[in-house]
């Protein structure tokens, strides 16, 4: 099926039904594991108020099987419970018939214990039959029953849901005094753990009428194959009348821990071994005892750091049916995954590290013997029409040949000369100089790079100023002089 209810549960397979839902094996995604869940078919109020009494009821005791916990999702209702595999003592009458006494009175004190449990919660069942005591799958051990099903339960003191006429329950397992509309009580319960026993002891249902008639001259004998000291104690649970019954569950276990005591020694047929089978069935395809990724189904995985592990790498994961591929040998440079958000993870920041200033490697050293004339450069008189070499500012790089002088075309302000100098003789050019790189000038054009060399005295921006105010000085001090 795989159908998965409120995102939590998910439906395997029928494996029950009752009045008023169907009966799942389920599993549960949060506790990992299977567990039986009792879905609501019907969607009326009477039944929903009833489902919800039955839901709430939270009773911890090892032989009573209550409501764990419960969802909805839209128009349907569950609620889980334990999974519990052995089938009911329906199934068990039915695969070995009357069961010996000895064996039947484990299974009432069982029975009784869960059902003190209940009453100690102020809570009659009103539906104690065969198929509402569950057992697990112990097999030839000692057996372990659980008492199921609250779904018509009610607290003693709560309101029926149902009118005073009207009795709910399993026809043959009724008290008498339900019959007659009398409230719900423990005895009746009692009453019903009575018919079970001798269907157990007998292998048959019992006939609830033919029993009030029988009482009606007293106690009637010992039906066949009910011994007669159990039977001390099942006919005071059988009375028609219930105030003369046992009150309390508590009270029945002590009479029959006692009556146990006085049963005959089993036969050699009673000695055989009843074994309790599995009952539920083996998992439909596509799950497995660990869920639903068992064999026969793709492998599900639940994170990207799960799907990103490969096969073998030490995972606790479970396989899957179709057994992995070797992978393919790692590549010189794999590329970083992207994580769980999709993004890629960057690498570490590298720390980079200060070095020292590469020093300009050394002059070539001159080889020995007469000097020449280009070994040496000559020095440069300092003028202000020497050239710039490379960018403002930045002598020449050491090793390099020098370039040839060059001047500027800039035309000086008007009304004013520059000094006269002596041309700068040009240094010696090297052996087979290189030629000049791309985008260089040649001799006697001015280098983008160049700066234009400056002319001796102020600018015009500064000389025309200063000279109007030396006049305008010079015009007071002939006026004052004048006036004197």
């Known amino acids: 099926m795989g159908e998965i209810f409120a995102g939590r549960y998910e439906l395997v397979d029928p494996i029950g039904r009752g ?76 695969d070995y018939g009357p069961l010996p006494p000895a064996y039947v009175c484990v299974l009432l004190d ?42 018509i339960a009610m607290r003693k003191g709560e309101p029926r849901l149902t009118e005073a006429d009207y009795v709910v329950g399993t026809p043959g397992y009724f008290a008498p005094e339900q019959l007659l509309g009398a409230e719900p009580d423990f005895p009746a319960d009692l009453y019903a753990v009575g018919l079970v026993a001798v269907y157990l002891l007998t292998g048959r249902k019992p006939d609830s009428q033919a029993l009030v008639e029988a009482y009606t001259r007293g106690t009637p004998p010992a039906p066949r194959d009910v011994p007669e000291p159990l039977w001390q104690v099942l ?14 569950a508590t009270g029945v276990r002590k009479a029959l821990a006692s009556a146990v005591e006085l049963l005959p020694e089993d036969t050699a047929a009673e000695q055989e071994a009843v074994e309790v089978f599995d009952q539920v069935g083996p998992l439909p395809p596509g799950f497995g005892p660990d869920g639903p990724d068992g064999p026969g189904r793709p492998r599900r995985t639940t994170d990207s750091a799960a799907s990103r592990t490969p096969e073998g790498a030490g995972s606790t994961g479970r396989s899957s049916a179709v057994p992995p591929s070797p992978p393919p040998p790692a590549p010189a440079h794999t590329p970083p995954s992207p994580s769980d958000t999709g993004s890629f993870p960057l690498p570490p920041p590298v720390r980079e590290v200060s070095r020292p200033p ?31 070499r490379g960018t403002y500012g930045s002598p020449p790089p050491t090793g390099t040949p020098p370039t040839r002088p060059h001047t500027t075309d800039r035309r000086p302000a008007p009304g004013y000369a520059p000094a006269p100098h002596a041309p700068t003789p040009a240094p010696a050019a ?21 700066r234009p060399s400056r002319k001796p005295g102020p600018p015009p921006a500064v000389a025309l100023p200063v000279l109007l105010l030396a006049l305008l000085c010079l015009a007071v001090g002939v006026w004052a002089l004048s006036r004197s």
């Open 430 to 450: 090297p052996p087979a100089p290189a030629p000049p790189p791309p985008g260089r000038g040649t001799p006697g054009r001015v280098s983008h790079r160049a």
């Open 358 to 388: 590469r020093r300009p490697p050394a002059p070539p050293v001159p080889p020995s013997g007469p000097e020449r004339p280009w070994s040496q450069p000559q020095p440069q008189p300092q003028s202000y029409a020497e050239p710039h």
């Open 235 to 248: 006919g005071t649970l059988l009375h028609p009348d219930p105030d003369h019954r046992f009150r309390t």
């Open 19 to 94: 009045g008023v839902g169907a009966v799942w094996r389920t599993w549960d995604h949060r506790r990992r594991r299977y567990v039986a869940a009792k879905v609501l078919q019907q969607s009326d109020a009477h039944t929903l108020l009833r489902f919800v009494r039955e839901q709430a009821l939270r009773i911890d005791h090892p032989h009573v099987l209550a409501p764990m916990s419960w969802a909805a999702d839209d128009d349907k209702v569950l609620f889980t419970m334990d999974l519990v595999r052995g089938g009911s003592l329906a199934h068990l009458i039915g």
């Open 110 to 151: 069982q029975l009784l214990s869960g059902l003190a449990a209940v009453h100690a919660e102020d809570v009659v069942h009103r539906d104690i039959k065969p198929a509402n005591v569950l057992l697990d799958a112990t097999g030839t051990g000692r057996p372990h029953l659980r008492l199921s099903d609250f779904g």
